[in-house]
């Protein structure tokens, strides 16, 4: 991979295309299947929606649970899918990344996900979803392109608890936020939220003063 | 008489629209490509660099065009899946005679277009030259909009040709040409990132003009503050600053509103008005009426939203205001740019940079294919037909007497609408799919049965081509070779990737061998397109839209040039209007006066509810092409009809349930989708459908008196829950009009 670039996400500007989706499956390694979620968070609410890629742990409770040992990091940092020859189908994986991402894939008795385009970023490309995402919602740059160029900051820390989770690619989060805590649901929204902030108002009645 | 020859689901069955899911050879790891090409994408204004891999004769996938500067690399899903077109099971491969009762017989070529010109000439011997009519698209490349624009002037003789960008780009096109001058984009989109304030309106632009949205997050990045018009909440205005829900129809109420709060608090650059302006007074004078109250019951938002953003457009030192079919499809869409451009003036930032103004050209040659001649009032150069001067230049170029130059023809929905009266006989259409794209569709469909003689251009057999007595197979983009004009003015080199299937042919050599039939063969004795963009050229020097300049190397070299670039070592002209030097004798802007009027089909108790019409990401335009292809129809597969949940409450409707849509001219059932993310009085259905699910089935045909674009946007209709139809239609694909 290239050292000096790194994986980003804001999701601030997803608008919910799918180029992502569409144009992970075209990747020569995974040809018609793609690694990329997207999520749509609550349409009837909100046109919210999130990309998951993998997020490349480092230290990955997929490889930690995998009892068959399946699950390897290449030397910079790059968790990929099971070895087909060791993955046993057991799913542990599955059940135990905390962002959701590997699929066990029943046609292939095989767990497969994100590996950051490795065919690609091996050669000094950019991953494909990153590469056509329209709104950079996705971005493979340096992190000294994303400090010049975007408002609020790069975080790599995730709190699940007490448990806390160090991962390759970063979100972009406002800034003074040091990490994303996602153990506490509220009610008003997230806790990593900045306090204070008002939830998103995604009702059109809302603001016609009609609700 | 051309009805279809058999019913609709044996039409499907042969002829699709099916699927394509995987791309020529399937799945499996397809090795090293044997070419690379870079070329654009065929799809939207924004003309995306796209490279199409090549293996065996076949395009087999595509790699991200980092290089090309105005997307570099980035592509929205339409993009990424387009090559799904090539090996197409849907391809036609043969001319197609209708056999009434038998589908259609394939042909030979000899036959198809001896016919053609027979029945061409027949008609016209009968009925007269302007008996016979053309309809194209702004999908075209420039050659190939140039050659339709002199075939019918020159080979036909016919004064009716117009094209789909009268569905598209007229009304901005109208209000730009009276205000400033030039009908193009003013800006280069390089200029959106540097302004301080950019005013969206009426521009989906996250699924309309994907490419645009990393513009406006840079801006956002760099500190600007971003309003956004749009009677639903878009995925671009969850995080804008201002977003403001205006009913269908009511955007004059904002940007009126917006100017009124802008004198009044002295945010006017009266400097710029007195050097560079005619017509303040009358503007002034035209917007006193429109307190924030008044323009917010205009436009059916609280007043407070229009003084808001009037204080974050106001006193900016640098802005953008974008514009899409939103503010231009209406029945008075050149009045709506009009305010939107007084916005601009007003303001005095425009042609300099990080300041101006542009609407989203949405069709791919949207731009190009406005320009070369194949609208009903123009000739190359974005000429006026009726200019004197302007017949003589292109009479003389192509050899023709002045005096044999048809003048001014009707616009696509008059032309309809002629055909509905018997008073056009003979069509030959290429690039448009009008069943499924003008307004009013059980009239289009009743005109095209009228016609005595229909010719159809296509690589599929669209929902329009089914009613013609012959379709000649065309080519895609990949399979020619040519320019297009991008949403920034940038002209662009698509190059030939493959060659058309046996048996289709490249469009511009089927115009020119049915010319030659029509006893215009020397006219039209292009050996490539190369030739036809040499003769474009200097068709359109000294023209307002100059491509003199402008040779395909140079658009290698530099990545597209902008016209007007009049001389071979002119760099082209990214941004119009430096210097504030407007494109009249004088150098000065015209502003404008506007006054709001209602829609033309306003709600009532009968039909209370406002239905606006729009696009998805997935889909292209009518979508005879993305309904072809697997991912994109899996993304989006039918229609739906977007609700408030108040409006649902009402209606008894729960989310998924099926609807019956219904305006004066028809009825529609699509399931809808509950949210609240729209105006509850209004309702949102997205048109790439055909048949039952056709949103244009309901939409009104009035058009806008100066641009004759039909207004899309605003009508009235009711909706009832119903129990989903189990007709023949309803069961059919839902990419073929099904229902799922």
């Not at chain 2, 003015?489 to 060659?499: A, S």
């Amino acid at each position: 991979m290239n050292g000096e670039h790194a994986f980003f996400i804001d999701h601030a500007r997803c608008i919910g295309c799918h180029s992502c989706v569409q144009a992970c499956e075209e990747c020569d390694t995974h040809r018609g299947q793609s690694m990329i979620d997207l999520e749509t968070i609550q349409r009837p609410d909100s046109v919210q929606t999130a990309p998951q890629v993998c997020m490349h742990c480092e230290d990955p409770v997929c490889a930690q649970v995998c009892p068959a040992d399946a699950i390897k990091m290449t030397p910079d940092g790059v968790v990929q899918s099971a070895l087909a020859p060791r993955c046993v189908g057991c799913s542990n994986c599955v059940l135990a990344c905390p962002f959701g991402v590997p699929k066990y894939q029943v046609e292939l008795d095989q767990m497969m996900k994100c590996d950051m385009c490795y065919d690609r970023t091996s050669v000094g490309k950019r991953p494909m979803c990153a590469t056509v995402c329209p709104s950079q919602a996705l971005a493979f740059t340096s992190r000294a392109e994303i400090e010049r160029t975007r408002r609020g900051h790069a975080v790599n820390e995730w709190r699940f608890g007490g448990e806390t989770v160090r991962t390759q690619v970063y979100v972009m989060v406002p800034a003074g936020v040091p990490a994303v805590r996602v153990d506490l649901l509220r009610r008003d929204g997230l806790q990593a939220a900045p306090r204070g902030a008002a939830p998103p108002v995604d009702d059109v009645a809302v603001l016609l003063g009609e609700a | 008489m051309a009805r279809l020859p058999v019913s609709v689901p044996d039409l499907v069955r042969r002829y699709g629209p099916h699927l394509n899911r995987a791309p020529a050879g399937g799945w499996a790891p397809a090795g090293e490509p044997d070419r690379v090409v870079p070329t654009h994408c065929c799809f939207c204004g924004q003309q995306c660099g796209i490279q199409l891999k090549v293996r065996r004769g076949k395009v087999v996938g595509f790699e991200p065009w980092e290089d090309f500067p105005f997307n570099r690399g980035k592509l929205c899903p339409k993009g990424v899946k387009r090559y799904l077109q090539d090996e197409h099971p849907d391809r036609l491969r043969a001319p197609l005679e209708r056999r009434d009762g038998d589908f259609f017989a394939e042909v030979s070529w000899d036959a198809a277009l001896d016919r053609t010109a027979r029945e061409i000439r027949r008609i016209q011997d009968r009925h007269g030259a302007d008996a016979v009519a053309l309809l194209t698209g702004a999908s075209l490349t420039n050659e190939r909009a140039y050659l339709m624009g002199k075939f019918a002037r020159v080979a036909l003789r016919t004064p009716h040709i117009d094209y789909n960008g009268r569905l598209c780009m007229v009304s901005a096109a109208a209000a730009s040409k009276r205000m400033l001058g030039i009908d193009r984009a003013a800006n280069p989109w390089s200029d959106i990132p540097r302004a301080e304030v950019v005013l969206v309106v009426g521009a989906n632009v996250a699924e309309c003009a994907p490419i645009t949205t990393d513009y406006l997050w840079q801006a956002r990045e760099n500190g600007a503050r971003i309003i956004v018009l749009d009677p639903r909440l878009t995925p671009i205005a969850r995080t804008v600053d201002l977003f403001i829900p205006v009913k269908p129809g009511g955007d004059i109420g904002v940007l009126n509103g917006m100017l009124h709060v802008m004198i009044g608090r002295g945010w006017i650059d009266r400097r710029f008005i007195a050097d560079h302006t005619t017509g303040w007074d009358e503007v002034v004078e035209a917007v006193k009426p429109y307190t924030p109250e008044h323009g917010g019951a205009i436009a059916g938002v609280p007043p407070a939203l229009i003084v808001r953003a009037a204080e974050l457009w106001g006193p900016a030192k640098t802005s953008f205001l974008l514009h899409a079919r939103g503010l231009e499809h209406h029945a008075k869409g050149v009045d709506n740019c009009m305010a939107a451009i007084n916005l601009v003036l007003a303001s005095g930032r425009i042609g300099r940079e990080g300041c101006g103004y542009a609407m989203i050209t949405g069709q791919g040659n949207g731009q190009g294919g406005r320009e070369q001649g194949q609208k009903c009032d123009q000739l190359p150069g974005a000429r006026d037909i009726e200019n004197p001067d302007h017949r003589r230049h292109i009479a003389g170029l192509w050899g023709v007497p002045e005096a044999s130059l048809p003048g001014k023809g009707l616009s696509a929905v008059p032309l309809v609408e002629a055909i509905h009266e018997g008073r056009i006989k003979g069509l030959l259409l290429l690039c448009f799919n009008p069943v499924v794209s003008l307004p009013d569709g059980n009239f289009v469909r009743e005109a095209l049965e009228r016609l005595e003689f229909f010719a159809v251009i296509d690589f599929f057999l669209s929902e329009t081509a089914r009613y013609a007595d012959l379709v000649l197979p065309g080519a895609l983009m990949e399979e020619d070779e040519g320019t297009t004009t991008n949403v920034e003015g940038r002209v662009i080199h698509h190059r030939k990737v493959v060659d058309p299937p046996p048996g289709a042919r490249e469009d511009w050599r089927i115009v020119c061998d049915l010319a030659a039939r029509l006893g215009a063969g020397d006219k039209f004795a292009y050996r490539s397109p190369a030739e036809i963009f040499d003769e474009l050229r200097a068709a359109s020097r000294g023209g307002v839209a100059d491509y003199y300049g402008i040779t395909w190397d140079r658009i290698d070299r530099e990545h597209g040039v902008a016209w007007p670039c009049p001389t071979l070592d002119h760099p082209g002209t990214p941004r119009l209007y430096e210097g504030a030097r407007f494109h009249f004798p004088d150098g000065r802007a015209r502003f404008q006066p506007v006054t709001w009027r209602p829609a033309a089909e306003p709600t009532d108790a009968e039909y209370p509810v406002v239905l606006t019409t729009g696009r998805v990401v997935a889909h292209y335009l009518s979508g005879t092409q993305t309904r072809r292809i697997g991912a994109l129809v899996d993304q989006a597969p039918q229609p739906v009809c977007e609700m408030h949940p108040k409006l649902a409450a009402t209606l008894g409707v729960a989310d998924g349930d099926v609807v019956r849509i219904e305006s004066r001219r028809g009825a529609i059932t699509v399931r809808a989708q509950v949210v609240r993310t729209i105006r509850p009085d209004t309702v949102f259905v997205a048109y790439h459908w055909p048949g039952d699910r056709s949103a244009n089935t309901l939409t009104v045909r009035a058009i806008d008196p100066v641009s004759h674009i039909p207004e899309f946007k605003v009508c009235a209709v009711r909706v009832t829950k119903v129990e989903r139809p189990v007709d023949a239609l309803a069961a059919l694909p839902p990419e073929a009009g099904g229902l799922r």
